[in-house]
């Protein structure tokens, strides 16, 4: 037995566990032991492919695990006179990781090198905590007001009946207390969130060199609102696929986590809407340098984004950033394959 009910779905296979996965064994249940896939190469030949279902067993050792559960997240490296940050992951709500002293320790040593560049790479993932402000707090030399938004709440306290299913890092969620206040409509203003404070000068040295961020589809949250900081204050370039979110607002700043007693599925549930009090384009972010993804780049591993990264900080020639892009590619994978591995793509 064979199925094909998802002929025209996409995944993109960026997460560790993928809404796809989740949602096509609910959508479409089946016991089949073999799955017909349509696919293209990167030729263009459009053709099915039958393969083997996934057990759960299977499917475990497919996903991606980290190494350490509180070790280093990100990888910082020198190619010449360029800076490569690589940030595959924000959400650290419970890590025991310093991420914080890991970075001031990294934008130390690029501060007092001869970089004359920095590359960000927050492709992949959508955001968790704010950290690229201590990115941004080394590339000012004074507060950087932040645009004034309005962020509102459906409640003021969590219902009693629920909260033995409720979890998340932060109780403060759980009761917003006074700082909510109701303004209509089941909706209630955070007093103490009406607008975000200042983005302020860091302590160590300041980098005075170009700054660009590789971006892409999955920078929805707190990598968004980064890369709109930089992009926004002249700070920096984008270079990538235009970003997830939108410029009017964005869900995230504090989530609960509901289990379900019958089933243990969980629903991860953003608390706070963040309206813009300006006019804004109902979009994402346009970047500076537009390279987009092709069937053929991630045939043969080549990253086209890094390497237009590479030549806008100056690189001799395409020659000479595909070279560079090619060496940084080849020893992030080396790095990855113990903390991120891909799935395997099936091409021609």
């Known amino acids: 037995m064979t199925t094909s009910s998802a002929r025209c779905s996409r995944c993109a296979g960026d997460d560790r566990i993928e809404t796809f996965d989740v949602f096509h064994a609910l959508v479409f249940p089946t016991s089949s032991e073999r799955f017909v896939l349509c696919t293209r190469t990167p030729t263009g030949q459009v053709r099915d492919v039958m393969v083997a279902a996934h057990g759960r067993e299977d499917r475990k050792a497919a996903m991606r695990v980290r190494a350490e559960k509180d070790g280093p997240e990100w990888t910082f490296g020198m190619l010449g006179e360029a800076g490569v940050l690589t940030m595959p992951n924000w959400a650290l709500y419970i890590s025991k990781w310093d991420w914080r002293g890991w970075l001031d320790n990294t934008l130390d040593e690029l501060a007092g090198s001869r970089a004359r560049g920095l590359v960000v790479d927050v492709r992949g993932h959508k955001g968790g905590l704010d950290c690229g402000d201590p990115i941004i707090a080394r590339l000012i030399d004074r507060d950087l007001k932040l645009d ?14 629920l909260d033995r299913y409720l979890d998340t890092w932060d109780n403060s969620f759980r009761d917003w207390d006074d700082d909510a206040v109701d303004i209509g409509d089941g909706w209630f203003r955070l007093k103490s ?9 860091a302590k160590g040295p300041r980098f005075s060199g170009k700054v660009i961020v590789l971006t892409d589809s999955q ?49 991860d549930l953003p608390l706070i809407g963040c309206f813009s009090l300006t006019q804004k384009p109902d979009a994402g972010l346009t970047p500076d340098v537009r390279v987009d993804l092709t069937a053929q780049d991630i045939a043969s ?34 790095k990855q394959a113990r903390i991120a591995p891909r799935l395997p793509v099936l091409f021609d």
């Open 193 to 201: 969130e009406t607008e975000d404070g200042p983005v302020s000068p």
């Open 219 to 267: 920078n929805s949250s707190a990598t968004f609102q980064c890369a709109d900081r930089i992009q926004s204050r002249g700070l920096g370039q984008l270079v990538g696929q235009p970003t997830g979110g939108n410029q009017r607002g964005i869900n995230g700043g504090a989530h609960i986590f509901l289990r379900l007693p019958g089933s243990g599925l969980e629903v």
């Open 148 to 161: 004034s938004a309005q962020r509102r709440v459906r409640y003021r306290k969590t219902p009693a009946d």
């Open 301 to 334: 591993g080549r990253d086209h984004v890094m390497e237009a990264a590479l030549a806008a900080l100056g690189w001799g020639s395409c020659r000479d950033a595909q070279f560079a892009a090619g060496a940084i590619c080849s020893a992030g994978n080396k």
